[in-house]
């Protein structure tokens, strides 16, 4: 089990900007709605050399960004914005939906990665170039090859069985190769709006409210 203090997403229209920009300073993630249709994302600027373990920032890459700007003046002074994409508009909506339940800032939750493995489920990790050493130098080249991995649009990837599960997740959601896990494996942090969206997705399980129409099986 491991205990971590994630962020809270609120909204906010364009006119409480104040109360968006303090919110972000207590530790939680504002949607501010520039227009109607037009939002943006605001998180705590990330401390030096902490972008790839920082949950706000974690935040900015399910969007499927990875730049972000840390205001240096105006209404988010020191604070980190992103615009968020029109295609990704309904995942920060459904954010603040599912968080409309919690009345602070930053909540402590607790995940028992071994009773999930959601992370593990139709999710695309790209192999690095220290991934493909580290495995060829513990002698498991094979990894490399199918069924393990395979080559997609220039990169090597591991591969899915037909049920979305990676290869490697045994049944009891144990990496059969925890020691030479790829990277992107072992810093994929745990509450990051990454983790909360594949416990979503994948099992249903969701960290606040529910959203009013889910595809629920038949």
């Given at each position: ?10 909204s906010?229209?364009?006119k ?6 303090a ?5 939680g ?16 600027a ?5 972008d ?14 990875e ?6 003046d ?17 995942i ?31 999710n ?7 991934d ?6 513990a002698?498991?080249?094979?990894l490399?090859?199918?069924p ?18 990676c ?21 994929f ?14 099992l ?9 129409e ?5």
């Amino acid at each position: 089990m491991t205990a971590v203090v994630r962020s809270v997403v609120r909204s906010f229209k364009a006119k409480y900007w104040k109360e968006a920009s303090a919110f972000v300073r207590l530790g939680g993630h504002a949607v501010y709605w520039e227009s109607p249709a037009r939002a943006r994302l605001v998180v705590p600027a990330p401390k030096q050399n902490d972008d790839w373990t920082d949950l706000g920032i974690w935040s900015i890459f399910d969007l499927g960004l990875e730049r972000w700007t840390v205001r240096k003046d105006g209404k988010f002074a020191g604070l980190a914005t992103v615009r968020v994409p029109d295609d990704a508009l309904h995942i920060v909506k459904r954010r603040a939906e599912r968080d409309s339940v919690h009345p602070k800032a930053t909540l402590k939750v607790n995940y028992d990665c071994l009773a999930c493995g959601a992370c593990c489920r139709d999710n695309e990790v790209v192999l690095d170039d220290d991934d493909m050493n580290r495995f060829r130098e513990a002698g498991r080249a094979e990894l490399l090859k199918q069924p393990w991995s395979k080559r997609k649009d220039g990169k090597v990837i591991l591969t899915l069985k037909e049920n979305g599960r990676c290869h490697h997740l045994r049944r009891d959601n144990k990496c059969k190769i925890y020691d030479l896990r790829p990277g992107a494996c072992s810093v994929f942090p745990v509450a990051s709006e990454c983790c909360i969206a594949a416990r979503e997705y994948e099992l249903e399980v969701f960290d606040g409210l529910a959203p009013e129409e889910w595809p629920w099986p038949e």
